[in-house]
């Protein structure tokens, strides 16, 4: 039998990661032949390849000949890369400008997911065109990679992103699934941050995004260069958490919304709200309203399943 094998090919790093996971699903259910490949969690299901490799990085893309490659993998944890600004470094840098090498030598379309990180917050929304100023070194180095990857590969598209959240393995895999524990017992007060503005993104919504962009970019070489995706709900994590409290109609008294500038950890941006009609003017977007997606993400979590009547009937 005539076994149909898609012949759109996309690699995606990082595969095992929360994003990851969602693009390589998005993309394989769309008919696209698509390779995931992970370092520490890849076997069985993703190739596994150390990005810092740069001989086992053009093995996999002379092997695989991908048309598209989604990269995804990054050190994206602020506090992880002030503490270890090498090997955040080298992931996020260094590792960055040789995969956009490769790419442009076999033709592919490299993605390269950034961060809203890379303004300082003062003066949003941000559009493309606008300066970045990073705060912390996590935005330094995404930003670093921006420009290394685009020195490497001129057809490359930048693709920026905000606070993430969607189908986690543990809850701590997301800063807005990692606040249901301090939601969901509430016989103990629970400090929120009320000062920093963000926009809760679902991976599905960015991945439906990456997908479209290539399928895009396949019908027309000017798309490249850089893009903004974010969900459009301005929300604090104290909003967030209560929002999160009230899907699953949980008290939310306990939760307190704490005003002040956050005094420890790497700087953050007080407001990076990314303009995304540059995006959108291309057709291209998708956005899962907060409160159903993170309800789907968080339900696997939720302690006491005596609310699932309440929850869903």
């Known amino acids: 039998e005539d076994v149909d094998i898609p012949s759109r090919r996309v690699l995606i790093t990082g595969a095992t990661g929360l994003l990851g996971r969602a693009v390589f699903k998005e993309f394989r259910e769309n008919n696209w032949n698509a390779v995931g490949c992970g370092y520490r969690r890849a076997q069985p299901r993703f190739e596994q390849v150390n990005l810092l490799d740069s001989i086992a990085v053009h093995d996999i893309i002379h092997d695989f000949q991908p048309h598209v490659i989604v990269h995804c993998a990054a050190e994206r944890r602020p506090d992880v890369v002030e503490s270890q600004p090498d090997a955040a470094s080298q992931l996020n840098v260094a590792a ?48 670093e990679g921006e420009k290394a990857v685009l020195e490497n590969n001129e057809g490359a598209a930048i693709l920026r992103i905000p606070v993430l959240y969607g189908e986690v393995e543990r809850l701590e895999e997301s800063a807005v699934t990692v606040m249901f524990d301090k939601v969901q017992f509430s016989n ?126």
Not at 196 to 222: G, H, I, W, Y
């Open 96 to 143: 960055s400008a040789n995969l956009a090498k490769e790419a442009a030598g076999v033709g592919a379309f490299l993605i390269y997911i950034s961060t809203d990180y890379v303004f300082d917050g003062t003066n949003p929304p941000y559009k493309e065109t606008d300066v970045p100023n990073p705060l912390n070194l996590y935005g330094k180095t995404k930003l």
């Open 188 to 313: 103990k007060s629970a400090n929120m941050d009320h000062w920093q503005q963000r926009f809760p993104t679902n991976v599905k919504d960015v991945a439906a995004v990456c997908r479209q962009l290539a399928e895009k970019r396949m019908l027309d070489p000017s798309v490249k260069g850089t893009f903004h995706w974010s969900g459009n709900e301005q929300m604090t994590k104290y909003e967030m958490a209560c929002a999160i409290a009230d899907a699953f109609n949980l008290p939310s008294s306990h939760l307190r919304p704490i005003t002040d500038s956050p005094v420890v950890g790497a700087l953050r941006p007080r407001n990076a709200q990314l303009d995304c009609s540059k995006l959108e003017m291309l057709g291209i977007g998708q956005r899962t309203p907060f409160r159903a997606g993170i309800k789907e993400s968080l339900w696997p979590f939720l302690v006491d399943k005596r609310w699932r009547q309440t929850v869903f009937h």
